[in-house]
């Protein structure tokens, strides 16, 4: 079976945030989507793998990957159902 997986990034944005600030982060951590920018939202979709890189780069640099395994257990059903959710918030 030939499974396709699409990847998907979503931040709301409220209304006391600067929506180009908030534009700049997310490309700092996905600098290779294209980005959907609305007033509210922003919103990406690809089935590219290679936009999780810089991700996994930061995870394995910063010598975070504990704080992000306890993040991901404690979300696992999530996880399973196709959702990954990162805060805005920097570690």
Not at 19 to 40: G, Q, R, Y
Not at 68 to 85: A, E
């Amino acid at each position: 079976m030939n499974q396709k997986t699409t990847i998907q990034i979503f931040c709301q944005i409220n209304p006391s945030e600067d929506p180009e600030k908030v534009k700049l982060a997310v490309n700092n951590i996905f600098p290779d989507m294209e980005l959907e920018v609305s007033d509210t939202q922003i919103v990406s979709k690809t089935n590219n793998f290679s936009v999780l890189s810089p991700i996994s780069k930061s995870i394995h640099e910063k010598n975070i990957k504990n704080t992000y395994q306890r993040i991901l257990k404690t979300t696992m059903m999530v996880i399973q159902l196709g959702f990954i959710s990162i805060n805005k918030q920097p570690l």
